[in-house]
């Protein structure tokens, strides 16, 4: 009895969001040229700060990236922000980091986005916490990138469940200028592991994402994946500065920098520069779609957004 009602309950709920929400999920699986923006989660975001930043992004995004504790900053749990953007209207991609869980407790999170209605799932095994925290945690690393891709194909499946979440699996790629010999090992191995997306780490080199992604379509990997690239909008030069320092793998070209240092409002020339490199991206064979972050100013996002066309 508390079974059935529990599964009716889930499954309304399911339901009514994918019928109320546009999704970043149905946008890549309808090969649509997907967008997405990453939200500030900081020490002292609330739900009420929450909620002004999405309604900020809400009308120029299929998603919001919530990612979990990235260069060691806490925050609120991914989980507890998911709920809050569900209720708000708006879809969120769950990122999902096994650097300090073990597998109960990653299995946990699973079902608990499940429960929720999450639809997108970012799967990695997140960084190092910076030498600067004190007491300094101890990393766990129970599961891999590749493992944690694995258990959430699995919990999709699960028998054992009432309702099992269709959950867009993704995980995080290093774009780069691939030899011919290259073999791409890691980026097939979480292909295989069931990862439908992969989204890269932040590259605003437009060259070298067309060169990458040309070699995912001539070895028919773009086949069997998603791909999306990652951006920022960055208001100065300081700020791509601060992006090498707190990001993993940040390409970020000299002729960027240079403009940045040299522009006489370089937060407006910040917002070009990310617009027309997202027009360049749309323009690339095999990438589907967009992440876009910002250093300083959320509403940088959707400006960059509607000047690189993508609202028109």
Request: contains cysteine.
């Amino acid at each position: 009895m508390c079974k059935g009602f529990g599964e009716i309950t889930f499954a309304s709920r399911i339901a009514r969001w994918d019928f109320y929400l546009k999704t970043f999920k149905s946008a890549v699986r309808n090969r649509e040229f997907a967008v997405s923006a990453e939200i500030f989660l900081r020490p002292e975001t609330d739900a009420e700060a929450l909620r002004v930043q999405t309604d900020v992004l809400r009308d120029a995004v299929d998603g919001i990236l919530l990612t979990d504790n990235q260069f060691g900053q806490l925050h609120l749990s991914t989980i507890a922000a998911a709920s809050i953007l569900l209720d708000h209207g708006v879809d969120p991609i769950v990122q999902i980091t096994s650097r300090n869980r073990n597998r109960i407790a990653l299995i946990s999170d699973l079902l608990g986005v499940g429960a929720l209605g999450v639809t997108s799932l970012l799967l990695a095994a997140g960084e190092r916490a910076p030498k600067t925290m004190d007491p300094r945690p101890k990393p766990v690393l129970d599961l891999s990138a590749v493992a944690l891709i694995q258990t959430a194909n699995t919990v999709k499946i699960d028998e054992n469940l009432s309702v099992n979440p269709d959950f867009l699996v993704g995980g995080l790629v290093t774009p780069v200028l691939p030899r011919k010999d290259w073999k791409a090992t890691k980026l097939r191995e979480k292909i295989d592991a069931g990862a439908q997306f992969v989204q890269t780490h932040i590259c605003m080199d437009v060259d070298l994402l067309r060169h990458y992604c040309r070699h995912l379509v001539d070895n028919k990997l773009i086949q069997r994946t998603s791909v999306i690239g990652a951006i920022a909008v960055p208001g100065s030069a300081e700020d791509v500065g601060w992006l090498r320092e707190h990001r993993p793998n940040v390409m970020v070209p000299a002729d960027i920098v240079a403009r940045l240092e040299t522009s006489r409002d370089p937060a407006k020339e910040g917002v070009a520069i990310a617009a027309e490199t997202i027009r360049a991206m749309r323009k690339i064979p095999g990438l589907d779609g967009v992440n876009v972050m910002a250093v300083r100013d959320l509403a940088t996002i959707p400006e960059a957004i509607r000047m690189a066309g993508l609202n028109d």
